[in-house]
């Protein structure tokens, strides 16, 4: 079972929930802002991911811009900033693919697929 992380209101969020469905994936899908990732769980998604930090960022976001993050991070350590991902769940990159061996951040079908083999 994969756990599916969104915010519903995102179409991007929208057409990877249609893309799992289409698949017949089952998933656990949980509210990112009512249910915003923890600090423990943003530190071990990001280990398992193998991604960098800044890849968890939703960048695009108007929180992420309203903070200033751009000019922010580069000096914040990895404590700081995971801190702050945990903290609202609109600056994290959404949706989240969280699987026992994979986590993938932000919905690109190409990696999704080669994944999840589907």
Same mark, same amino acid.
Request: net charge positive; with cysteine.
């Given at each position: 079972?994969?756990?599916?992380?969104?915010?519903?209101?995102?179409?991007?969020?929208?057409?990877?929930?249609?893309?799992?469905?289409?698949?017949?994936?089952?998933?656990?899908?949980?509210?990112?802002?009512?249910?915003?990732?923890?600090? *423990? #769980?943003?530190?071990?998604?990001?280990?398992?991911? /193998?991604?960098?930090? +800044? %890849?968890?960022?939703?960048?695009?976001?108007?929180?992420?811009?309203?903070?200033?993050?751009?000019?922010?991070?580069?000096?914040?350590?990895? *404590? #700081?900033?995971?801190?702050?991902?945990?903290?609202? /769940?609109?600056?994290? +990159? %959404?949706?989240?693919?969280?699987?026992?061996?994979?986590?993938?951040?932000?919905?690109?079908?190409?990696?999704?697929?080669?994944?999840?083999?589907?």
């Amino acid at each position: 079972m994969i756990l599916f992380i969104e915010y519903p209101k995102c179409s991007t969020c929208q057409k990877a929930k249609k893309w799992l469905d289409e698949r017949k994936v089952s998933y656990e899908d949980r509210h990112i802002v009512e249910k915003n990732p923890t600090q *423990e #769980e943003l530190k071990e998604w990001v280990r398992r991911s /193998g991604l960098p930090l +800044k %890849r968890f960022f939703n960048t695009s976001g108007m929180k992420y811009k309203e903070l200033g993050l751009k000019d922010k991070l580069p000096s914040m350590s990895e *404590e #700081e900033q995971i801190a702050l991902l945990a903290s609202d /769940g609109m600056l994290v +990159k %959404r949706p989240l693919i969280v699987a026992e061996d994979y986590v993938l951040a932000g919905f690109r079908e190409k990696e999704w697929e080669e994944r999840m083999g589907r």
